[in-house]
């Protein structure tokens, strides 16, 4: 960032002469992350304190959007061109280090970077074959929020029940109109929300402990898909068919989101902030009711670290690369600056920080939406391929092939597991 600095060194390198600036002194970082013009400015900023903090050291920000980051990402990492440090997706640890190789491994940096401040539990979470891959951020769970002005035109309470969602589905048709649906969801979120059901129902969740093999057999697989064909054909959810017809792009940035017609989301607690800011004044977002089937022993919540830092294995700054992704983590001057951006922290420190000046509120979605699913609790464990890109693509086209009348759930479900399992036996190799 401080490019000043630099360019005066390299023109005065070239022309021989001896100025009073420690040129060799000075190390330049690239950082890469994605997200919004919010995250965007605040790391920024936080970036800058850094630097004044440690006037030798410079860092270089290469931040983008969600599209297209892991594609850029894949190529630097196959280069072995990325980024000093990197705001890596956790499901992304089985494509770069499926041996616990592909980062630098932060045990060695311990003396630079302040592990007390994480539970082992959450470190565990990011280490492979004994080395700390990366720090995790911040915990996520998918929630049920709701658009407050929507709601209260149609006139219904928050659903309880999944028998009060599939209710709601043909009362907002009636009272609003077609266009008119209770939630919206991408492919990921259904597959979330069905992994729930079906958890609560069977007390199974659709991945086995180990992660990469399916824990369901075809009835419950075939029952699965109908029940995702049934949010449809009751109105709960728009179809993919006509999501498409408002173009590509995410639906908290189409029309029928922005005006309310889609009137909630089961998504990421983390995301909520970005979903809100779209929304027509005075609509907001309310977390609802976790959904339960009636004596159920199980919630179905799925519990995952949201996001870590890493960084790069082939770095020629391992100490200072520390120093940064300690300093966002645990400095509660960064702490501060990023707030909840990427989530409510892990880090002791960051937590106590945000507490103690009021930026953690239990009335914050974001905040509420993570209490809501802890207190419910889970006996899930995360895995990669719960949000491979591959099983999701073979899902984004089973939903597709029911929606276009193709296939039917339970054709669309047989070969969804066919050549899923296919893709997990590879990976668990």
Known sequence: MKTGLLYICLIFAGLGTVFPVHCADNIVLRMSWWGGKARQQQTNAALETFEKRYPSITVKAENTGWDGHLA??????????????????????????????????????KEVIDLSQFSAQDLQSTTINGKLNGLPISLNAPVFYYNTETWRKVGLPYPKTWDDLFAA???????????YYPL??????????????MTQKYN????????????????????AFRFIQRLVDEHVIPGPKYVASFGKGTFHEMKPWIAGEWAGAYTWNIVIRAYVSNLTPPATLALGP????????????????????????????PKEAAMLLNYLLNDPQAVTTL???????????????????????????????????????????????????????????????MDYSRQTPEQAADEFVHRAERILRKSAR
């Open 72 to 109: 850029r990402m894949s190529a630097q990492m196959s280069g072995g061109t990325e980024p000093d440090v990197m705001q890596t997706n956790w499901p992304w640890l089985s494509l770069f280090s499926r041996d616990g190789n592909g980062y630098y491994d932060l045990n060695a940096l």
């Open 169 to 179: 589905g043909k009362i907002f048709q009636q009272r609003l109109g077609d266009r």
């Open 184 to 197: 919206v969801l991408v492919d990921q979120d259904v597959m979330l929300m069905i992994n729930c059901y």
């Open 204 to 223: 199974t969740p659709m991945f086995t402990d180990d992660g990469y093999h399916f824990a369901w057999n075809q009835q419950r697989w075939r029952e």
């Open 290 to 317: 976790h959904l339960m089937l009636p004596g159920a022993k199980e919630a179905g919540i799925y519990f995952k670290v949201s996001q870590m830092f890493t960084i790069s294995r082939h770095t020629r700054h």
């Open 339 to 401: 707030a909840l951006e990427r989530g409510i922290p892990l880090s002791k420190i960051a937590v106590k920080t945000l507490t103690d000046n009021g930026t953690i509120n239990t009335q914050d979605p974001i905040v509420a939406g993570l209490n809501q699913a802890v207190a419910l609790g889970s006996h899930q464990r995360a895995t990669p391929m719960m949000e491979d890109f591959q099983i999701l693509a073979l899902f984004v086209a089973a939903r597709e092939n």
